[in-house]
C-alpha cells in the first residue's frame, strides 16, 4: 500500500493541473486574508476572532479545489486510458479505490496546509503594519478545522470521480450540482415547509461546516458528519461501480 500511496503522488506531481490547482489556492488565500482585514473596520481588526473567521473563510474555496483535484485524481485514469495498466499494477480493485480516496484525502490536506501558509504570511504582513498581533489560539482553532473538512472534500472528489468514471460527467455534474442543482432544491424543499431536510444536502452540509459564523444551520461537528456520510456513501458507489467495470 505504501508503494501504491506513493506511486500516487508521482502521478499528481507530474501533471501541471495540480500546479494550477495550487497556483490558484495560493492566490485565493491571499486574496480572501487581504479582503478580510481591509474590508474590517479598524477596531474590530483587534478581534482575535476576525482571525479566525479568515481562516474558515479560506476552507470554502480550498474544498470546492479539493473536490476537483478529487475528480481528477481517479478520472485521468480513465480519460488518458492508463487505467488498465494501473489495475495490471493493482489487481485488486478495492484496493486501487481505497488508495485513490486516501490520496484524495491526503491531497485536499495538503492543499489547506499550503493555503495556511499564504494566510499566515498575508496576515502577519497586514496586521503587523497596523500592530495588531497574531492570535495563535484562534488560528490553530481554525486550521484543524480546515484541514478536516479539506480533507473530507478530497476523499468526497474521489469518491465522485470513482463513482461516475467520465471526467466531464463528473466535473460538470459536481459543480451543477453544487451551484444549481441543489439551490434549486433548497428552494423547493422551502416552499414545502422542508427547510431542515435541505441542511442535510451534500453542498450544504459542507457550507455550514466552513461556515464562521455562528448562525450556521447545523453545528460543526454535525456538518462533518453529515458531510463524511455523503462521502461514505460516495465511496461505497465508487467500490461498485470500479469493481464491476469491464476495464479492455
Given amino acids: 500500500m505504501t508503494r501504491l500511496f506513493g506511486a ?10 495540480t500546479w494550477g490547482f495550487l497556483l490558484v489556492a495560493l492566490l485565493f488565500a491571499g486574496l480572501i486574508a487581504a479582503g478580510n482585514i481591509g474590508g474590517t473596520a479598524a477596531d474590530d481588526r483587534l478581534d482575535p476572532e476576525l482571525q479566525y473567521k479568515i481562516v474558515l473563510d479560506t476552507t470554502l474555496p480550498a474544498s470546492i479545489l479539493a473536490i476537483l483535484i478529487g475528480i481528477l485524481l481517479v478520472t485521468n485514469e480513465f480519460r488518458h486510458g492508463t487505467i488498465a495498466r494501473t489495475l495490471l499494477a493493482t489487481p485488486r480493485r478495492w484496493k486501487f479505490v481505497a488508495i485513490k480516496l486516501l490520496v484524495g484525502g491526503f491531497t485536499g490536506a495538503v492543499l489547506m496546509t499550503v493555503m495556511l501558509g499564504a494566510v499566515l504570511v498575508t496576515a502577519s504582513i497586514w496586521l503587523g503594519i497596523i500592530d495588531v498581533p497574531i492570535a495563535p489560539g484562534q488560528l490553530a482553532d481554525g486550521a484543524w478545522r480546515a484541514l478536516l473538512v479539506v480533507a473530507v472534500a478530497g476523499l468526497f472528489g474521489a469518491a ?74 460516495a465511496s461505497a458507489v465508487a467500490l461498485f461501480r470500479t469493481g464491476r467495470r469491464d476495464i479492455t
Fill in 8 to 17: 500516487e503522488l508521482v502521478k499528481l506531481r507530474t501533471v501541471r493541473s
Fill in 160 to 233: 465522485i470521480g470513482g463513482a461516475v468514471h467520465s471526467q466531464v460527467g463528473a466535473l460538470v455534474g459536481a459543480l451543477l450540482w453544487m451551484f444549481v442543482l441543489e439551490p434549486i432544491c433548497w428552494v423547493v424543499l422551502g416552499l414545502l415547509d422542508l427547510d431542515g431536510v435541505s441542511e442535510y444536502l451534500p453542498a450544504a452540509a459542507l457550507g455550514s461546516a466552513v461556515d464562521s459564523t455562528s448562525g450556521a444551520p447545523l453545528s460543526w461537528g454535525s456538518a462533518v458528519l453529515v458531510a463524511c456520510a455523503w462521502a461514505g456513501l
